[in-house]
């Protein structure tokens, strides 16, 4: 890969295989927004090192966010990056705790994106992210449908 190129603007590719719709994107930097993270929304003419999405910056608060257990492996990011090393560093830690927590459950497409990710591939970040809150969604509504279940059986 041409390092110049990945520091310029996002790229757009012709292969699009994962591809997120307007109305989602809107609802997920709605839900951003909730989770106190919409100073990582703005993009535009930022550079590599400063553009939130591609540096792995806005993905590890996400995580922080939703899964305060990996907050000591998320202090390791650079939040700050000065090179497309430190980038692809940050990229690769939220990835494997991703990986790690998801990836049964996350598509091909995403499990191995830290490069499509540092090309500004936006909609493979929504994908992740989207599945992210997906997940948490559904654990958390299963917990609480646990929960009632147990309560109406320790009354009867």
């Known amino acids: 890969k041409s390092t110049t190129s990945i520091l310029t603007t996002p790229k757009k590719s012709s292969r699009k295989t994962i591809t997120?719709?307007?109305?989602?994107?809107?609802l997920l930097d709605n839900w951003i927004k909730e989770l106190g993270l919409e100073f990582f929304l703005q993009t535009k003419g930022r550079s590599l090192f400063?553009?939130?999405?591609?540096?792995g910056v806005l993905l590890s608060e996400v995580l922080a966010k939703e899964?305060?257990?990996e907050s000591i492996k998320l202090k390791l990011v650079k939040y700050s990056p000065r090179n497309i090393d430190d980038c692809r560093r940050n990229l690769k830690l939220c990835?494997?705790?991703v990986r790690e927590k998801?990836?049964?459950?996350l598509n091909s497409e995403?499990?191995?994106a830290e490069e499509k990710l540092l090309e500004g591939?936006?909609?493979?970040?929504?994908?992740i992210i989207q599945t992210i809150k997906d997940l948490i969604i559904d654990t958390i509504g299963a917990v609480f449908v646990w929960y009632i279940v147990s309560?109406?059986?320790i009354r009867k």
């Open 102 to 105: 998801f990836g049964t459950n």
């Open 151 to 153: 309560r109406n059986k």
């Open 121 to 127: 591939d936006y909609d493979i970040l929504y994908g």
């Open 95 to 97: 990835m494997d705790i």
């Open 110 to 112: 995403l499990f191995f």
């Open 50 to 55: 400063d553009d939130m999405f591609r540096n």
């Open 20 to 26: 997120i719709s307007k109305e989602s994107k809107t």
């Open 67 to 69: 899964m305060p257990s």
